[in-house]
C-alpha cells in the first residue's frame, strides 16, 4: 500500500472542513470566544492543522525520505495559495470581511504546521 493512501483522507475531511467553515455566511456561524483577536487564534489553527495534514500526503517514500518537490508544493499551495484565496472570497460571503490581518494568521498558522511536520518528520515520530 502507498504511504500516502491513509494520509489522504483526513486531508481532504479537513479542507472540506475549512472550505465550508470560512465559505459560510457570518451570521450561520456559531459564536466565537469572545477574547481579543480569538478569530486570529482560529485562523491559525485552522491553517496550522490543514498544512499540517497536507504535509503528509504523498511526501514520504517507502524509504522514509523526503520528496522535497512534492513538500514545497503541498507548502505553497496550502500555506500561501489556498489560504489568500479563501480571505479573498471572504469578501463577497455576507456577514464575512476581508482582512489581511486573517491572511496573516493563516500564513502564519501554515507556517507553523509545516515547521512541526519537520520537526517529527526528523524525530520520526508516527504522526507523519
Known sequence: ???S???ILPAIIWLIIVIIALLTPGNNLPKAPSFPHAD????????SILTFLWCRVGTINAD??????KLLTNLLVFTIIFPILVEYLQKYIPNRSFEYADI?????GGLAGFVAF???FKTKSRLV
Open 118 to 120: 519537520i520537526i517529527l
Open 1 to 3: 500500500m502507498n504511504l
Open 64 to 69: 522514509y525520505q523526503i520528496n522535497w518537490r
Open 40 to 47: 486570529k487564534l482560529v485562523h491559525f489553527g485552522i491553517f
Open 5 to 7: 493512501n491513509h494520509r
Open 104 to 108: 496573516v494568521a493563516n500564513l502564519l
